[in-house]
């Protein structure tokens, strides 16, 4: 069994179309666990009219914690997770028809050779307007994002390249991952450094998430360029905060001149690419 982990937080304007797009799916062997971390529009009512159109299908996380923060709210919905296989869910996009299919036969193929290892799995996808409109097809390909480096924890450190919406990880990496330490930790990344370092990860080079833009993105799409780098690092004292909260959190050593270096490197690449 597939276990989808969804938080939400005020998501009443995509969060039906999103849910839609999981019933849509040709593999229909999962469960969605859901936690609500504090809204107040009609996301509750959405939940409750789905958890009534398809009983035991849809459960709801009620452990009072109240607001945390997509990382810290996810890290709780991780924690909960028993399902021997586990992807993340964000509230506004849209899974296309075989999302799930796609991902599981790509991890059935690394656990055959990775016995009690900790894997993730994740994939390109596509970005696209508050309609659904794709506007990019590669979200990769137009964030200049190399997956490539997935095999090394340094360089995923200095450059995210694992989108949290595309991941499936499997039961075995919780111990390597939880807890999710800090608010300001991006959790896709956490997860992503730490099974780099313990595990492994495999990448496929096809589409499977509508990425949807509408201004209110945890995290969104932006053009790479020289605007783009000047924004990053008139924050220098935040991205210096992020960063060090990652590493200290880590229970393995980091080469700080090879993460700078490839901090470094990555955005001269990026950015004359």
């Given amino acids: 069994m597939i276990e989808i982990l969804l938080s939400t937080f005020n998501g009443e304007k995509h969060l039906e179309e999103q849910i839609n797009s999981l019933f849509s799916q040709t593999r229909k062997d999962w469960t969605l666990t859901i936690r609500d ?9 959405i939940i409750k009219h789905y958890q009534d159109l398809y009983p035991g299908k849809i459960k709801l996380l009620n452990d009072q914690k109240g607001r945390l923060g997509s990382s810290l709210s996810f890290g709780v919905l991780l924690q909960e997770a028993s399902s ?9 996009d849209h899974w296309v028809p075989d999302k799930i299919e796609i991902t599981y036969q790509r991890m059935l193929d690394l656990s055959r050779n990775n016995p009690d290892t900790p894997l993730l ?25 190399y997956p490539e480096i997935i095999h090394d924890a340094t360089k995923l450190l200095a450059m995210n390249v694992v989108p949290g919406c595309t991941m499936m990880i499997n039961q ?8 999710i330490p800090a608010s300001n930790i991006i959790h896709d990344q956490w997860i992503a450094v730490n099974i780099a370092h313990y595990g492994k990860i495999d990448f496929i080079s096809i589409p499977t998430v509508l990425y949807r833009q509408h201004g209110k993105n945890a995290v969104g799409s932006n053009e790479v360029g020289a605007h783009y780098f000047l924004k990053k690092i008139s924050s220098p004292i935040k991205q210096f905060k992020i960063y060090r909260n990652l590493i200290i959190h880590l229970k393995f050593k980091v080469n700080i001149f090879a993460f ?5 490197n990555f955005t001269i690449r990026r950015l004359y690419n």
Avoid: R
């Avoid at 700078?260 to 470094?264: A, E, F, G, I, M």
């Fill in 37 to 45: 971390d504090g809204s107040s529009d009609g996301t509750l009512g």
């Fill in 260 to 264: 700078v270096y490839h901090k470094l």
């Fill in 172 to 179: 075995f990496s919780k111990k390597f991952v939880l807890p």
């Fill in 121 to 145: 799995v994740f994939t390109d996808l596509s970005t696209a307007d508050e309609t659904l409109e794709i506007t990019e097809q590669s979200f990769m390909a137009h964030q200049k994002i």
């Fill in 84 to 92: 021997e296989y586990i992807m993340f869910c964000d509230q506004d």
